[in-house]
């Protein structure tokens, strides 16, 4: 077999038919994420998903029924699963299933659709290399609980051959097809949160007015963070359930499929059952510090994302190609800095002309070092009247001179620390999950342990999650001094103050903004993840410029 050119998986013909776009990001980015549809769609293969044991006859070709067979030809390029193959008194048939309906032709009949029989008749083709000719095809749509016949004709094997060819000629050019445009089929389809077709088609110049008005929602956004800070505690695995035990007493069970992320601080004891069983289901295992310093994921392998790697790389060794994106991210940094000041402070008309100022120079700074000189006076102008936006007795409880860290000196900074120190393991593990390289950004240098490219997507965030989180947590009093502790090295949150604080950063974080662009709302959360993707097409080359996110 050539290593080179792998027999391709049948259902991966089925989406080239379907959609050249979902083709290459699945085949060639090997980008695949779950949602309700192929969830329902492994229940519809639930029981032809069971393969038939061979040990009660070894010769397949006289058992009644086969189920999930596996075959693979590399004469034919071809390899696939078929759901079953029932041996009948008119010969042998295979049958596939799917959970949606059938189309309807001209005569409002019943009719396969083309690309179902496409995959069907590449899987007769699989059997009859293998001496096992198939006489019918059929394809079983569960929502009408029909089974509509593939007529099996020379004209529909030679189609199988030709969009075969054409499939390995696209994956081979390395470029990746162009989004559908307000086509109904990206609605159906299970990559639509990470190929998304609208947005990329503005991002990449094709279309200057995005008609997208739903927002992408990937499945698992909405699942549960445990987070767990009691040295004592156990978290183990049983039964398809998390379970977390303190003192040999189970506190806590949750259903696997329902957590998005778990964060451990300090020695928590894990069983390697409850990491596989994260680890397969792609849940990350954030560990942080007992002080909550963060200090590393554990996570699933990353998705491919070599275009979108290699791009990135080549950015990094080229500073004037940065130099755009690091000026639309310090500008937007500002701008969201300016309008946390405008709407809860009350810094003079003055500093707010200056951040303005700043601000519309970012786009004019001739490199790298002139940007992080802008970047600095705007960042001394915020934080010198950053006190301004503490509220009553916060204002008088709590002392801000300035922004100190390593170790923070006081419990304002030990705050604006713990949030920062969260926005950029969120970003880390999203960078991870989209496929690029958390650790070579655009602005930051990059350093070991320092997850540069994070630093760089949580500049124009760090007002409007961090900052507000510190605010609200001190404004509304769900913080006191009582909360915090003051040691040698420096001032740290207790753990009653850190519940408070994840209190707030969830709510934060589900609170729901408009895009600047698309007039969408969706949570900050959300926001993370599709700017995310944004810098994404940029290393690959499909983005022209990247949009920072700023708030009015």
């Known amino acids: 077999m050539n290593p080179e050119h792998p027999p391709m998986p049948v259902r991966r013909l089925h989406n080239y038919s379907y959609c050249k776009r979902l083709f290459y990001l699945q085949w060639v980015e090997d980008l695949w994420v779950e949602d309700a549809d192929t969830a329902a769609g492994s229940h519809t293969h639930r029981n032809t998903d069971k393969p038939s044991h061979w040990g009660e006859n070894l010769d397949p070709s006289e058992r009644s ?21 029932e041996n009948t008194a008119s010969g042998r048939e295979i049958i596939d299933y799917k959970k949606g309906t059938a189309r309807r032709d001209e005569n409002n009949h019943r009719i396969a659709k083309e690309n179902d029989c496409l995959q069907l008749a590449a899987y007769a083709m699989l059997l009859a290399e293998a001496g096992m000719p198939i006489k019918k095809a059929s394809v079983y749509y569960a929502a009408e609980k029909s089974r509509i016949p593939v007529p099996l004709t020379d ?35 299970s990559a639509y949160s990470i190929c998304l077709p609208n947005e990329s088609a503005f991002w990449s110049g094709t279309s200057k ?17 445990i987070v767990i800070q009691d040295a004592k505690a156990y ?3 049983r039964g398809g359930e998390i379970q977390v035990r303190l003192n040999e007493e189970t506190v806590s069970k949750h259903p696997i499929e329902q957590i998005q992320a778990v964060y451990l601080y300090g ?28 200090l590393g994921t554990t996570s699933g392998l990353p998705q491919s994302g070599i275009d979108a790697r290699l791009g990135q790389a080549r950015l990094f060794n080229s500073p004037q190609h940065r130099l755009p994106i690091a000026r639309e991210m310090i500008r937007a940094k500002i701008h969201n800095q300016r309008v946390l000041l405008m709407r809860n402070g009350s810094p003079p008309d003055l500093i707010l002309k200056q951040l303005a100022d700043l601000r519309d120079q970012c786009p004019d700074a001739k490199d790298l070092d002139s940007l992080r000189g802008i970047e ?45 120190s969260i926005l950029a393991k969120e970003l880390t593990g999203i960078c991870h999950a989209v496929g690029l390289d958390p650790f070579i950004g655009v602005f930051h240098q990059p350093r070991y342990g320092r997850p540069a490219l994070a630093l760089d997507l949580m500049e124009e965030f760090r007002p409007l999650i961090a900052d507000s989180v510190a ?4 404004n509304r009093q769900e913080l006191g001094t009582h909360d915090f502790e003051h040691t040698s090295k420096g001032v740290f949150m207790g753990d009653s103050g850190r519940r408070q604080f ?6 934060r974080l589900d609170t729901e903004v408009k895009h600047p662009q698309f007039d969408y709302r969706m949570s900050y959360r959300r926001m993370l993840d599709v700017q995310t993707r944004q810098l994404w097409r940029y290393f690959r080359g499909d983005a022209q410029t990247y949009y920072g996110f700023t708030t009015r």
């Not at 086969?66 to 004469?75: F, N």
């Not at 007015?209 to 963070?225: F, L, N, S, V, Y």
């Not at 069983?271 to 909550?292: D, M, N, W």
């Open 65 to 85: 029924s086969l189920r999930s067979l596996s075959l693979e030809s590399e004469t034919l390029g071809l390899r696939g699963v078929i759901d079953l193959i």
């Open 155 to 189: 004209s529909l094997f030679q189609t199988v051959r030709d969009t075969l060819a054409e499939a390995r000629a696209l994956a081979a050019s390395g470029v990746c097809p162009p989004p559908l445009l307000d086509d109904p089929r990206c609605l159906h389809c």
């Open 209 to 225: 007015a995005p008609k997208t008005t739903e927002p992408p929602r990937p499945p698992g956004d909405q699942g549960e963070i």
């Open 235 to 237: 978290l183990g695995c």
């Open 267 to 294: 020695a928590v004891q894990t069983s390697t059952q409850a990491i596989h069983s994260l680890l397969e289901r792609s849940i990350p295992v954030a560990y942080f510090s007992p002080a909550g310093r963060f």
């Open 376 to 420: 600095g006076a705007a960042a001394a102008h915020y934080f010198r009247h950053f006190k301004t936006m503490l509220k009553g007795t916060a204002g008088e409880n709590f002392d801000f001179e300035g922004r100190n860290r390593r170790p923070p000196n006081d419990p304002l900074n030990a705050l604006l620390s713990q949030g920062y």
């Open 471 to 474: 605010l609200s947590l001190l």
């Open 502 to 507: 994840w209190r707030a950063w969830f709510r």
